[in-house]
């Protein structure tokens, strides 16, 4: 699986570096961390015809069909749905793409439209001041 690391992915590694006090709770951390962040991605896996098993999780489409393409002539390719973005949906998360105003940390789509942006959150017990994109 080929992952380039975004910006804001290294630098929440970063943060657990500086902040460790030994190398295997840094180590220990990092790794959950990881598994958090690959858990927000986008990710695709292959099913080759006459096998009953989906092949994945693949970085990218191509990178799922260059593989797929060396194994069988007749492939699907199919988009996984990310698990970390479904409870970030239900739960709020610390990521681009969910509010970061007061302690909002609900998705952009869960924020009611004011004019042609983002307002206030659409959930009554929120106190979000309106939609603001976590950097
Ligand atoms: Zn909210
Ligand atoms: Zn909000």
Known sequence: ?????????????VEILEAAKSFEDAARAVYKRAAEVLAMRDTWAFVPEGMGVAVGPYGSRKEAEEVASRISTSYRIVPLSPPGRLEGNLDGAEWSGYCCSNSCTHARFMHLMDGTSYGKCSDKKCSCGGWRERK
Do not use: D, F, S, V
């Open 1 to 13: 699986m080929k992952i380039t690391p975004r910006k804001n992915e290294l630098a929440a590694i």
